[in-house]
């Protein structure tokens, strides 16, 4: 079956960058484009971009152009995606899905404080 | 970008009840909506894709259905395991957008 297991829970200072992973396992990773997805707490779901991870091409929401960036190592079946320049506002829980969002990862907290 | 505009934002309801959401579109999307549940600290599940195609392992109380750009989620009779968060997407064109999301509860 399908599995995504990303990266636990991450505590960053203002400023600094932080890289998630979400290794895939259950499928052919090539197969299917990963998404990312934001939840501030309590609020609803942004989408923030995919990765084809067969050829690399990815396809922002413009409005994290400027803050995430997504790769993937296909020796290890892993799609990363790292957050530049974080703040108070980058604090949510982050999920990798695949396909048509049918797979999710269990999520990644993120939480920006000094 | 396209705006999904969900309704209600919270629904309380009796079990066995019949209960619908909605989520009116911006643009045509076609049939490129699908509709997801959350629970407390959980990922969403995807319920329904397409409009009305029901994913693998989702109980058939759950329907999707369109009109237009008004598309619908339809539980015929409320469970006490469908209390959640209840998500509709476009995929038509990027970015890909969710709605505000509707709370569901048991009366």
């Known amino acids: 079956q399908v599995n995504l297991l990303q990266s636990g829970a991450a505590l960053v200072k203002p400023g600094a960058s932080v890289k998630l992973s979400c290794k895939a396992s259950?499928?052919?990773?090539?197969?299917?484009?990963i998404h990312w997805v934001k939840q501030s707490h309590g609020k609803s779901l942004e989408w923030i971009g995919y990765?084809?991870?067969?050829?690399?091409?990815?396809n922002y929401n413009e409005k994290f152009k400027s803050k995430a960036t997504l790769t993937v190592d296909k020796s290890t079946n892993t799609a990363y995606m790292e957050l530049s320049r974080l703040t108070s506002e980058d604090s949510a829980t982050y999920y990798c899905?695949?396909?048509?969002?049918?797979?999710w990862g269990q999520g990644a907290s993120v939480t920006v404080s000094s | 970008d396209i705006q999904m505009t969900q309704s209600p934002a919270s629904l309380s309801a009796s079990l066995e009840e019949i209960v619908t959401i909605t989520c009116q579109a911006s643009?045509?999307?076609?049939?490129?909506l699908a509709w997801y549940q959350q629970k407390p600290g959980k990922s969403p599940q995807l319920l329904i894709y397409?409009?009305?195609s029901l994913a693998d392992g989702v109980p058939s109380r759950f329907s999707g259905s369109r009109s237009g750009t008004q598309y619908s989620l339809k539980i015929s009779r409320l469970q006490v395991e469908d209390p959640g968060i209840y998500y509709c997407?476009?995929?038509?064109?990027?970015?890909?957008?969710f709605g505000s999301g509707t709370k569901l509860e048991i009366k």
């Open positions: 997407l476009q995929g038509y064109s990027a970015p890909l957008t």
């Open positions: 397409g409009a009305t």
């Open positions: 643009q045509d999307i076609g049939n490129w």
């Open positions: 990765i084809n991870p067969n050829s690399g091409y990815t």
């Open positions: 899905t695949i396909g048509v969002m049918d797979a």
């Open positions: 259950g499928y052919t990773f090539t197969d299917y484009y």
